[in-house]
Structure formats: structure tokens, C-alpha cells
């Protein structure tokens, strides 16, 4: 397995070096921010910190945090900290309420996009000598322009076959002899059941033997389907709008733990109700900073993800802080009947069943006074009715040994289940209120 570092002298910098570079990042962006963006300006003055006040990196404490309502309220361009004409690219995340996160780039952002794609991708076994399709639609979402842009930096052969159009993604793949692939974590999942709906089998017929996937919920257990379907070694990716898109953090080749790069980015874990930082290894909500960002930085921002900070060092050379896979949203989590449950919870039983296929979904509803749960699974291949019924019955007594709760559970056919082509929606809740 290749395990190339992009760029050795700034993955592998000692410790201190990476802190004081990343205090010097941190002192030049909030004053970028604090003189270019009244948002930060009002906010830091409002609580009494110049710029000049932030003189240890745990001095970023003192700034206030920034929620995504900020960023709808100075919709679209109010936190820009360089004018619209210095900017080069837009990209927004799809906002299914309010308006859209919209953020602008300049040069100088792309070229640090790219850089972090390139070191995220060239860890999960990327080269010049690889054939890299790019299933992702190519838009306003972030994710096929930042993979793109790492894989030319790169210098393999991108193939920007973009979204959907799942049977001729596969024929690409075949005819090009594509060696790598990226995606959304369900959709990669997808073309693999796909593929062997087709009578392909993607460990034999196809060259593909490395991947990157993220940008939504993505449990071992799912990693380890895509692993075995495929034959390949499976990179988990993070990242957001916000921050740039993808690229923020990767798992090297000791898959425990993902590398956040602390040259661009800073990662606090806070406790999501006091909002008071917590202790390595200990969960929390993460808030990330851009420190190196022109066109949009961003001061402490609450993503709502969950995850928490690895102690010590990684046997890959690389010093760059790890935090573990993401465990969900905090606005991810579901109560029913007072039970608080994360939707990783199921998606980890169902993984671990060697029958069970990569797709689910998870529906909540209202019967009489009472609210209920069922989970829709499709199997990977067709089994026989009496089976599909042991099967149901066993993930219901797994999912309630879990979560205490015994939904019913429905085993479909292989395909069943209707699959879009950005982030799967593995939840509905249409619970009366
Ligand atoms: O999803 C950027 C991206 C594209 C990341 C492609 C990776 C690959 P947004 O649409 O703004 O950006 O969504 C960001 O997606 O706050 C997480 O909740 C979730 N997310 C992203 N990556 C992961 C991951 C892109 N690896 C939101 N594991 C984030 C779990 C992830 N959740």
C-alpha cells in the first residue's frame, strides 16, 4: 500500500514548529478578519479582544464562536474579507433550510485547497500514475471541484465523470482502467451494489484499488463493505463549506484516526451544551478555524460534528493533530419515547451483518399516541422470503440491544431503496408533532 506524504517538510514538521506556525496563521487571520469583516470586528469588540490580544493559541478562547445562523443572516457575501473582485470561485452547500452557506474563494484559497486535497488524497494511496474518476456532481457543492483540484495537483489522470449515470460510471471505470475513486460514502456504496447487479464483480472486473469517500455519516462497518465489494483499501475524508469543502482531515494508512491539517486549520472540541473546551480523548462537538483563508475566514466555527482528539503521535511520520471518525451531528440525534439515539447506532448493526447490502433508511412515525421506528434494509444479494424473515429478526433484536428500542425491520431486495446521488437521507421523521 503507497503511503506517500505530498508535502514532508509540512506533514511531518516537528511539534513545536507546527504549533508556532499555526499561532503565527491564527494571529494573521483574526486580524484579517477583525479589520476587513464587521461581523468579527462588532463580535471581538463587543467582548472587549484586539487582535493583538491573541498571543498563545489558547488565547483563541476568547474569540466568539460562529454558528451557521451567522452565516445565513450575512448571506451571501457579508463575511467576505476581500472584495467579490478578488474572489475566482463560488461554491454553497445545499441548504435544505434558510439560505444556502455560500463561500467565495481567491487564488490564493484554491491554491490551498488544492495543496490539502493533494496531501489527503496522495495519503489514501494516490499518484501520478493513477486513473482517478471523480463520481461527484460537479456544482455548487464542494466536493467534485476540491477532489478534482488535489487530483491534478497530484498529477493522476482525472476523469470528471461527475454525478450519477451509475451504469456508464461503472463502464468508464472499466474501459479506462480506472485505478481510484472518490466519492460520498453511500453513493461509492451504491456503485458497488450496482455493479454487481450488473454481474460485475468489482474485485475481479474492475482495477480499482484505492478510495476516498466522506461527506456524510460513514461507519466502520460500511468502510469495511466498501473494502471487501471492491478489493480496496478505503480512506475516510472530512471537510465542509464552511472550511474550504473536502480536505480538512484524512486517515492515513494506520486507519485510526483522521490527520486535520493544523497549518490551515485549528480544531477545538467543546462540550456542545457549556460550550467549555474538554479534555483530549474525551467526545465533543468539533470547532474548527480557518487560519490561512483570504477570501472568507472563519473564526470558531460550532459544526455540530462529534469527535474527539487522539493523544500521542502516528506511526505514519505525520504530526498534524488525528481525531477519530466522525460519530454523527448533534442535531443528528433522534428521541423517541425519550430515548436519545444517534442514526450511526443502527447503521453499525446493520453493517456488521455479512447479508445485509450498503443500503437503509430509517423512518419514524406516529401509531395511535405512540412513536415508532422501522428500518428499511435492502440485503446484498436476493434471498427467499424465510430468510428475508430470520434476517429482519435478528437486526431487530441487534438494533434493540443497542439502542433499547425494537423497531420493525423490513428486508428488501437489493435495489429497493431510492438512492440520490449527493448525501443519502438515511432518516425521515414523520412523526406527528
Ligand atoms: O460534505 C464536503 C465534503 C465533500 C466532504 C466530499 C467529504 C467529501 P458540506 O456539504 O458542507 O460539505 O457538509 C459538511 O458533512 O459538517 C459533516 O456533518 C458531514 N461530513 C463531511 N465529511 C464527513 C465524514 C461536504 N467523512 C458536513 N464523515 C459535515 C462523517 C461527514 N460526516
Redesign the pocket.
Known sequence: MSDFIFNKKLETMPRPELKSLQLENLRGVVKHAYDNVPFYRNGLDKVGVKPSDIKTLDDIQKIPFTVKNDLRDNYPFGLMATDLENTIELHA??GTTGNP?TVCYTQHDLDVWSEVMARCLSMSGLTSKDVFQNP?PYGL???AF?FHYGGMKVGALVVPSGGGQTERQLQLMKDYGVTFVSG?ASYAAYLGQKALSMGLEPDKDLKVRNGL??????SSGLKKKLCDTWNMDVH???????MC??GVSTDCDQHDGLHLWEDHFLLEIIDPKTGEPVGVEEEGEMVISTITKEGMPILRYR???LSFIYDGGCECGRTHVKHA??KG?SDDMIIIRGTNIYPSQIEHVLMGNDAVGTNYKITLYTEGIMDQMKVDVETKKIISEAEKETLAKTLAIGIKAVITLGPTVNVLDPGSIEQTTI?AKRVEDNRKK
Do not use: C, H, N, Q
Open positions: 452547500s445545499s452557506i461527484i457543492f464542494t466536493g476540491g460520498v469517500f466522506g461527506a456524510e455519516m460513514f475516510d475524508i472530512y471537510g465542509l463549506t464552511e469543502g473536502p459544526t455540530r460534528d471518525p466522525i451531528r448525501k
